[in-house]
């Protein structure tokens, strides 16, 4: 619960969730945490979506590897300007989720 609790101040705090969802309820990219969702459904991970785990410390790991995913692209992309600033604003969210996830 304090993960969800987190998750849910740092998304109050940036005005943005992790998951690349707007207020309206599009998407406004591919996050990194839908990158990391999507992976382990290819392994045939079907039974558990949960990719921030069960732990602090493996919601510390996941957000972790997805801020790194996100500051390191395996292959460069071109992005429109809408996409960039979405990125920019996913990077502030898993630092503000990162400070709070620490605190615990």
Not at 43 to 62: C, H, P, R, W, Y
Not at 68 to 81: A, C, G, K, N, Q
Not at 90 to 101: M, N, Q
């Amino acid at each position: 619960q304090e993960v969800k609790d987190a998750w849910m101040d740092a998304a109050k705090e940036v005005n943005v969730n992790g998951m690349g969802i707007r207020g309206n309820g599009m998407m406004s990219h591919i996050s990194q945490m839908m990158v990391q969702r999507l992976n382990k459904q290819l392994k045939g991970e079907t039974e558990n979506f949960d990719i921030l785990g069960n732990t602090v410390e493996s919601a510390i790991q996941a957000t972790k590897k997805a801020l790194y995913d996100l500051e390191h692209p395996v292959v460069y992309t071109p992005r429109s300007i809408e996409v960039q600033q979405a990125c920019i604003k996913e990077g502030e969210f898993y630092r503000a989720f990162l400070e709070k996830l620490e605190q615990l």
